[in-house]
């Protein structure tokens, strides 16, 4: 199988490729797995979830991979979003952090 691109997705994006993989042939175990957890916890639409990580690309120190864990666990204080900052090698100031919360507050 050839790799045709390689990016972080959304949880949202996973969801839509897996249900139509679903419809096409039968999943194996660790698709479907993922396809149940997913259809549990995706909260946003395709089209919110799109917005969402197109307005977070706004915020120049934002790398990819952040966006997409933004989007999909969507933070609601600055206690949750440190918790995904720690892992990553940026820092944002008060209004950058606020400026984050406040686009991911109007997908919730």
């Given at each position: 199988m050839e790799v045709k691109e390689e990016r972080p997705i959304t949880w949202t994006e996973a969801?839509?490729?897996l249900e139509k993989k679903e419809k096409s042939r039968e999943l194996g175990y660790v698709q479907q797995n993922a396809l149940d957890y997913l259809r549990k916890f995706t909260t946003l639409k395709p089209k919110?979830?799109?917005d969402l990580v197109t307005e977070l690309?706004?915020?120049?120190?934002?790398k990819d991979?952040?966006?997409?864990?933004?989007a999909n666990l969507l933070p609601k204080n600055e206690d949750e979003l440190r918790q995904l900052l720690q892992h990553?090698?940026?820092s944002l100031s008060e209004e950058e952090i606020k400026n984050i919360l406040s686009i991911v507050s109007k997908f919730r």
């Open positions: 969801k839509d490729i919110e979830a799109q690309s706004g915020i120049e120190k934002l991979s952040l966006i997409v864990q933004i990553e090698v940026v």
